[in-house]
């Protein structure tokens, strides 16, 4: 059985155009999501998608850009999908890896999907180098309210990575509100 998953990055984006190709590619159920690519984290729809699929099934994408942005997450899926005995197709690149080609295939293009990711990422950090130096860009405003709600759960003995789910907030960001406060006692 074929089974499809569609993914966009913004809210703004249309699913669309893949969900069509992926029905005309004999999917019998496709998932979308709008969501970043550039890790699993919060994809829940293809998380989904991969407890369900069984031996002999195919997940269909449209391009390998749609499953994953890294290597790493890339090679985990598709590994996940070969101990399942499931074959990964792309619809509109020459991947199948139910054969070596295909393999070989979404390997490189994993390859190119991580260069991407990781020039754009530069070009960003670049871009806000530059805002910085001319005084345009100075990063975001402390909430202040957010930041004495992590020492008031701190302090009442809750640990970090339940801080951040609480309030909805990164765990690194916890860590930063509470090693800045130390910082500043330690001066």
């Known amino acids: 059985m074929k089974y499809?998953?569609?993914?966009?990055?913004?809210e703004e984006q249309s699913l669309d155009i893949q969900i069509d190709a992926l029905e005309k590619a004999g999917c019998e159920l496709v998932r979308g999501e709008k969501v970043s690519?550039?890790?699993?984290?919060?994809?829940?729809?293809?998380?989904?998608l991969l407890q369900f699929l069984r031996k002999g099934d195919a997940l269909v994408i449209t391009r390998i850009d749609r499953l994953a942005r890294s290597l790493g997450d890339l090679s985990d899926i598709?590994?996940?999908?070969?101990?399942?005995?499931?074959?990964?197709?792309?619809t509109e690149q020459p991947i199948d890896t139910?054969?070596?080609?295909?393999?070989?295939?979404?390997?490189?293009?994993g390859v190119f999907a991580q260069f991407e990711t990781e020039l754009r990422r530069e070009r960003q950090l670049e871009g806000?180098?530059?805002?910085?130096?001319?005084?345009?860009?100075?990063?975001r405003k402390a909430d202040w309210d957010r930041i004495e709600q992590?020492?008031?759960?701190?302090?009442?003995?809750?640990?970090n990575t339940e801080i951040g789910k609480r309030l909805g907030i990164s765990r690194s960001y916890v860590w930063k509100v509470l090693r800045h406060q130390e910082d500043m006692i330690f001066q």
Do not use: C, D, H, P
């Open 37 to 48: 690519g550039t890790s699993r984290e919060g994809r829940q729809e293809l998380e989904n």
């Open 150 to 159: 992590v020492f008031n759960l701190k302090r009442q003995g809750v640990a």
């Open 78 to 90: 598709v590994q996940e999908l070969e101990a399942k005995g499931v074959s990964l197709i792309a």
């Open 4 to 10: 499809g998953y569609a993914r966009v990055s913004s």
């Open 128 to 139: 806000i180098a530059k805002a910085k130096k001319e005084g345009v860009y100075k990063g």
């Open 98 to 109: 139910s054969s070596a080609m295909g393999r070989m295939f979404v390997s490189l293009l």
